[in-house]
């Protein structure tokens, strides 16, 4: 419990800055602040990019999930990789190909294109495993009852696999509206856009803080949705269920219209960004490699991201245990207390850690420990999303058992739910690692002076239009973090519970 409150209190540090720099305005600057024209167009655009993205995001993420279990589509297996692949490419990248392809993409529908394309994943891992776990035998009695396969899916698979959807529609709409560097090229301005062009050209923090005030209103919402939308049915169970396959539906005629969707999502989602990385590569004219600076920053990209990814799942295991185990407002507060960080940029976890370091303790300011604690800050819901899911599953009767044959309440933790939980553990591990790699803003604030990574080497020159220097920079990228991503896939793509095989 104090642990799990500790992190909760670590996590809300950048919330305590924003509303005590936002104070500083006054009610009355602060309303006419807000009620700016501008401000209401920026709103607008955070709200519709946040429906449209997380709405698009799970039609692809649940649909894409459904037809690699539960439908005969050919390759099945190798359909799955495509479909986690795209979280090795950075929603940034993503616009960066987009865009040096195309200005055409600079609009509403095309900024929740990319951004979808981007994210949709976070959708698709947890709702593929939760199909795998499924037990089958439910879905066979909504058959044997005359259903059909659309209203099996709505009123049993739907309801059962609803904690994962609703998990990663979270991580995606937390995301949205923390999003800046795909935003900012794409040209589609937003609330998080604008506190960095606050901090940036006028170093107004008050304003800017304000406007991440609003950013966590957004999030409080988002929460409070998920919350009611999850309820509070219990999903965990004794037992590996049916020892047999899962049902699957004939796709028949619908086949090549199927495999000719899933083709256009690979194409958009990973075709663009490679092409267009290759193509500069081969042709851009302000390509100039410099290999001991590319080395450097790979070494360095990848030491954090996976310092970053061990110190947020450790983070995230007791706040989960809390949530799970010993449910109540309490417990639940803190766990959701945890999120609201999350919606805010970078750029404000980062000067909330500036504040409390400069203050608190000068010699931490522009250290790695300060850096891993606000990659830990920042990304600390993805590490949630995943054990909290895997967790769901680990039924509390087995420990219960294991205390009655003398185990302590430690011991039967570490021998009974942590080897249940581990292949969730690793992927909150691998999901975190690779956004501590494309992180930007708060790595150029927080970072010691001289340290660079791939991300922000790669920002420094597609913001200058170097697209060519970039490309590089953002093809290790994709490299480095093809691992962690097969590691997802392969987590997400283990037994399934019904014994059946592929």
Do not use: K
């Amino acid at each position: 419990m104090v642990v799990g409150i500790l992190v909760a209190a670590v996590s809300l540090v950048p919330l305590g800055y924003v509303l005590f720099s936002s104070a500083e305005l006054g009610p009355t600057e602060a309303y006419d602040f807000l009620a700016r024209p501008r401000i209401g167009e920026l709103l607008w655009n955070t709200t519709r990019l946040l429906v449209a993205g997380v709405a698009l995001s799970a039609l692809l993420g649940v649909g894409g999930a459904w037809l690699v279990e539960r439908s005969d589509l050919p390759g099945r297996t190798w359909w799955h990789g495509v479909l986690c692949a795209p979280l090795a490419v950075p929603a940034f990248v993503n616009g960066y190909g987009w865009v040096s392809t195309t200005h055409a993409v600079q609009s509403f529908w095309g900024a929740v294109l990319v951004v979808s394309l981007s994210y949709y994943p976070l959708v698709y891992l947890p709702t593929v495993a939760a199909l795998r776990r499924l037990d089958p035998s439910l879905e066979e009695v909504g058959a044997s009852l005359g259903h059909r396969p659309a209203q099996i899916f709505t009123r049993i698979v739907l309801p059962a696999i609803s904690p994962a959807v609703l998990g990663g529609s979270l991580l995606v709409g937390l995301h949205l509206l923390a999003e800046y560097g795909a935003l900012q090229l794409l040209n589609y301005p937003t609330l998080t856009t604008a506190i960095m062009q606050q901090y940036g050209a006028a170093f107004n923090g008050p304003a800017a803080t304000l406007l991440a005030a609003v950013l966590v209103v957004f999030c409080l919402v988002l929460l409070g949705l998920e919350v009611l939308l999850r309820g509070r049915r219990r999903h965990s169970r004794v037992g590996a269920g049916a020892n047999r396959p899962a049902p699957r539906i004939v796709l028949g005629r619908r086949r090549p219209a199927v495999v000719a969707l899933l083709v256009g999502t690979a194409a958009l989602s990973l075709g663009v960004p490679l092409l267009s990385l290759t193509r500069w590569l081969v042709r851009g004219s302000s390509t100039a490699l410099d290999l001991p600076a590319l080395t450097s920053a790979a070494t360095t990209t990848v030491g954090l991201a996976a310092a970053g990814g061990l110190l947020a799942t450790a983070a995230a295991l007791p706040v989960a245990w809390l949530a799970i185990r010993h449910r109540g407002w309490l417990t639940t507060l803190v766990e959701r207390s945890t999120y609201t960080t999350s919606a805010m940029p970078g750029i404000v976890v980062a000067l909330a850690l500036v504040t409390v370091s400069i203050r608190g303790v000068p010699s931490l300011y522009q250290t790695m420990p300060v850096l891993l604690v606000g990659y830990a800050i920042l990304f600390l819901p993805r590490a949630l999303v995943g054990v909290r899911s895997t967790l769901e599953l680990a039924p509390p009767v087995l420990e219960d058992v294991a205390r009655s044959l003398g185990c302590s309440a430690a011991g039967a933790g570490a021998r009974v739910t942590l080897p249940l939980i581990a292949p969730g553990l690793a992927a909150s591990v691998a999901l975190v690692s690779l956004a501590v790699s494309t992180e930007l803003t708060a790595t150029l604030l927080l970072s010691p002076i001289g340290t660079t990574t791939l991300s922000t080497q790669f920002w420094s020159d597609a913001s200058s239009v170097a697209y060519g220097a970039a490309a590089p920079y953002a093809l290790v990228l994709i490299l480095l973090s093809i691992p962690a991503t097969w590691l997802l896939g392969q987590v997400t793509l283990g037994p399934a519970t019904s014994g059946g095989t592929r």
